[in-house]
């Protein structure tokens, strides 16, 4: 049960900013609407909807029941649950797969520090070929990536170290309502630009006609990766929930607000790009190349709202990219000063340092020190490819197995129930959703990134 001397979130509203924030990033405002432009719009979304509800809530509630039930870091929580069995690994693994995304991610959130800086300067301007020139000189270049990554780093280590309620709950409050009011400027700025009507048709009317097997498991995939399941984020988060914090009602809330945030995030990209002819499945260059560009072609007739839509759209990117950060290196600080029983500061400046390290090879090796391979792929798109389509899979399908046939339902339910205070009449929906239908969605996300299914 919860220790009274382990730090707890503040108020409920914390709970839900600070966990919706550690889901809120990157995957909403980028991978979310190039995945949609890829798949056909509407009909993505919907059934995207239906795999958050499907996977992504019953998968969420899995891991608050652990971090709650034993208010420890993640590692400890599945050791101490597992009564020293192999199940214990699933804790290491996430943990593991938490300071590995550190490191990249600190990498690709440095590039919206740059772009930050560039729109500030007026870099930003040019043909198509200058924004996709301009990133590759960026990307490749020995020492700015590098800087801004650390920069990014530091920023996440400052709110660390200032604690669960003074650090990480305070600047939630701050950052995740002005991340909303940022991504609602843009896109009423977006809808208003002349033949936006086409992007609005486009997110919103299904074309079921595109629908095959590849859209529902891109959607399982997006959902999966979308609420940082399986890299002991939610684990960690969880273990400074009260026992009065309604699991089931807090991950309905955070997966609503995720949603939200991905759907707002397709209403500010496809209403510009239709505007100006772009294609809405440009892929993973969307938001550093095509979405300058974008920009500059949509305002150029106001050059100072399009000056100020690009400037808050980087903005707005580095703050979803920071909520994750901060949810990421919570998962090894809270390891590192747990296990080895060390102060916070210093197993943030552990983390923070080792992860600095880390990310400023993954930088050189797609630049400068692009002979550091494994395989075929650089050290960044090793890291990317080990985490994302291994790492996280194995995560979140071993955790429903350990909450499904192992854990003995007792505790489940009472974690469930909070303790028998709530009614808990969707319990045996949920055991079921855990036991049966996620491991086997979670099977195919993880047979589908190898081309097996």
């Known amino acids: ?51 958050v509800l499907l996977l992504g809530i019953p998968c969420m509630v899995s891991e608050f029941i652990i971090g709650r039930h034993s208010a420890s870091n993640t590692a400890r929580a599945y050791r101490s649950l597992s009564n020293g069995t192999p199940w214990m690994i699933i804790g290491y693994l996430g943990v593991l797969t938490g300071f590995v995304i550190t490191s990249y991610y600190a990498v690709v959130s440095g590039w919206c520090l740059q772009y930050i800086y560039a729109s500030c300067i007026g870099q930003l301007n040019g043909s198509p070929e200058f924004f996709a020139d301009y990133f590759t000189a960026f990307e490749q270049h020995p020492f700015k990536p590098v800087f801004w990554a650390v920069v990014f780093l530091l920023i996440t280590h400052y709110v660390i170290i200032h604690g669960v309620q003074d650090g990480i709950e305070k600047a939630s409050k701050l950052m995740m309502p002005l991340l909303f009011v940022l991504l609602l400027i843009i896109v009423v700025a977006s809808c208003m630009l002349p033949g936006a009507m086409d992007g609005i048709v486009f997110l919103f009317n299904p074309d079921f006609s595109k629908v095959n097997s590849d859209v529902f498991l891109g959607a399982l995939g997006q959902a999966f990766y979308s609420l940082s399941i399986g890299m002991g984020c939610l684990c960690t988060y969880a273990s400074y929930f009260s026992r009065q914090t ?15 945030v991905a759907i707002l995030a397709g209403l500010m990209i496809f209403p510009a790009a239709f505007s100006v002819g772009i294609n809405p499945d440009s892929g993973p260059s969307l938001v550093f190349i095509t979405l300058p560009n974008v920009f500059q072609q949509a305002f150029a007739g106001m050059p100072i709202i399009g000056y100020i839509v690009a400037l808050a759209f980087y903005v707005l990117l580095a703050l979803a990219a920071l909520t994750s ?13 747990e296990e080895f029983k060390t102060t916070r500061k210093i197993a943030a400046c552990w983390v923070t340092g080792i992860c600095a390290i880390i990310g400023a090879v993954c930088s050189l090796s797609l630049g400068k020190w692009d002979f550091l391979k494994i ?15 291994i790492m996280l899979p194995l995560g ?13 339902h ?6 469930f129930t909070n303790w028998g205070t709530l009614r808990g009449k969707f319990f045996h929906t949920y055991l079921f959703c855990v036991k049966y239908i996620c491991p086997i969605c979670i099977i195919l996300i993880f047979l589908n990134q190898f081309g097996i299914v």
Not at 247 to 259: E, F, G, N
Not at 375 to 389: A, N, P
Not at 396 to 404: A, E, K, N, P, Q
Request: charged share 15%; glycine share 12%.
């Open 1 to 51: 049960m919860a220790q009274t001397s382990r730090a707890n979130f503040g108020s409920k509203l914390g709970v839900i900013l600070a966990t919706a924030g550690s889901s809120v990033g990157l995957g909403n405002v980028w991978r979310f609407p190039y995945m949609t432009g890829e798949h056909g719009g509407a009909a993505f979304i919907l059934i995207y909807i239906g795999c």
């Open 246 to 260: 309604n699991l089931t009602k807090s991950a309905i809330q955070i997966s609503v607000i995720d949603s939200m």
């Open 325 to 337: 950060l901060i949810s990421l290196h919570e998962v090894s600080t809270a390891f590192i000063q």
């Open 375 to 389: 395989g075929d792929r650089s050290f960044f798109d090793f890291f990317d490819f080990v985490s994302g389509q």
């Open 396 to 408: 979140g399908l071993l955790t429903c197995l350990f909450i499904g046939w192992y854990l003995p």
């Open 410 to 415: 007792k505790v489940v339910r009472d974690e």
